[in-house]
């Protein structure tokens, strides 16, 4: 069972910086896909971005860019560096995993996933 803990959320200007942890345990973080989504009060949850299990890298085009997700097999965690933060990017930031070795071409897609943490706000003020 993986469980996946985030955290790092907080409230920053815009045009500022946050760095986003998501902490994995029950099962190495390089044996799956961790994606990150975010929520926004009253919108649907989006992709954000994704390091598959053989390192690739995935980006929504709002984010490009501006955010970097990379992965620290050795602290069994992945990190999301979301710099030159806009108003818009206000929301719910929630890390999720696939099952082992799961290879996809829509890990945009949050039924992909069959992990889940509790989500880590993020509000961005103007």
């Known amino acids: 069972q993986v469980q996946l803990v985030e955290s790092g959320g907080g409230l920053v200007q815009a045009g500022g910086s946050l760095r986003l942890s998501c902490a994995a345990s029950?099962?190495?973080?390089?044996?799956?896909?961790v994606g990150w989504f975010r929520q926004a009060p009253g919108k649907e949850r989006e992709f954000v971005a994704a390091?598959?299990?053989?390192?690739?890298?995935y980006y929504a085009d709002s984010v490009k860019g501006r955010f970097t997700i990379s992965r620290d097999n050795a602290k069994n965690t992945v990190t999301l560096q979301m710099n030159s933060l806009k108003p818009e990017d206000t929301a719910v930031y929630y890390c999720?995993?696939?099952?082992?070795?799961?290879?996809?071409?829509?890990?945009?897609?949050?039924?992909?996933?069959?992990?889940w943490g509790q989500g880590t706000q993020v509000t961005v003020s103007s």
């Open positions: 029950g099962r190495t973080v390089s044996s799956y896909t």
């Open positions: 390091i598959s299990w053989t390192s690739g890298l």
């Open positions: 999720a995993g696939t099952r082992p070795y799961y290879s996809s071409t829509n890990y945009h897609e949050g039924a992909s996933y069959d992990y």
